[in-house]
């Protein structure tokens, strides 16, 4: 099915651990964002690719590195995690953010301990 | 960075058309309004999205006042299944989407 697939789905990292989440999109979307959602709240945008070859910072970029790797894979890493970093991320993917809406992950449930 | 009010509940019946307003006071000349949708463990779905006055689509539609300080979702009919978060955006002029808490919405059968 076309969309936009997460991988891992959960992941649990001691403090100080690294990971990288992967995200892939087949839809052949130019910009891709990975946001952070902490309970009860609306998400919050960490890295954003407007096209392949570009990346530019978010709201809350601390802390997290990204790669477009290509045209269809954008990833997050963590280089060191820390309990503050416990959230759910979401990927997102779009053709034109000016005239069509996000297409979305299933996410990744991460926690920190 | 603007940021959009809306109810943080609702509650309503299956078969009825629901309504949920949302503020945006401080909207720029180039901002768009845009509603999404997202069920427990999912992410967001993009429900619809406008400038001004009415727009419409198979699922929901959107009224905009001349004024744009404030934006009303319409759910035709709703059934159970539309229980969901429903969060109101100002999609900037760099395409940026700032998102609030949401409304969440029941459906009562």
Not at chain 2, 20 to 43: L, M, V
């Amino acid at each position: 099915n076309a969309g936009v697939t997460q991988t891992p789905k959960f992941q649990v990292l001691k403090t100080g651990q690294s990971m990288t989440l992967q995200c892939a999109q087949d839809m052949n979307h130019n910009s891709m964002y990975w946001y952070r959602q902490d309970p009860g709240m609306g998400l919050r945008l960490i890295y954003y690719s407007a096209s392949e070859g570009t990346t530019d910072k978010g709201e809350v970029p601390n802390g997290y590195n990204v790669s477009r790797l290509n045209k269809r894979e954008f990833s997050l890493r963590l280089e060191s995690a820390a309990p503050s970093q416990t959230s759910v991320y979401f990927c997102a993917s779009t053709f034109d953010p000016g005239n069509y809406g996000y297409t979305f992950g299933s996410g990744t449930r991460l926690t920190v301990v | 960075l603007a940021k959009t009010t809306q109810p943080i509940s609702m509650d309503s019946y299956e078969g009825q058309e629901v309504n949920i307003t949302c503020s945006h006071n401080n909207i720029a000349t180039n901002d768009y309004i845009t509603w999404y949708q997202q069920f427990p463990s999912q992410g967001p779905r993009f429900i619809i999205q406008g400038y001004k006055t009415k727009v419409t689509n198979e699922v929901a539609s959107l009224f905009i006042p001349a004024d744009r300080k404030s934006s009303t979702l319409s759910l035709p009919r709703v059934s159970l299944s539309d229980t969901a978060v429903y969060y109101c955006l100002q999609r900037q002029s760099n395409y940026q989407l700032i998102w609030g808490a949401g409304t969440k919405l029941i459906i009562k059968p």
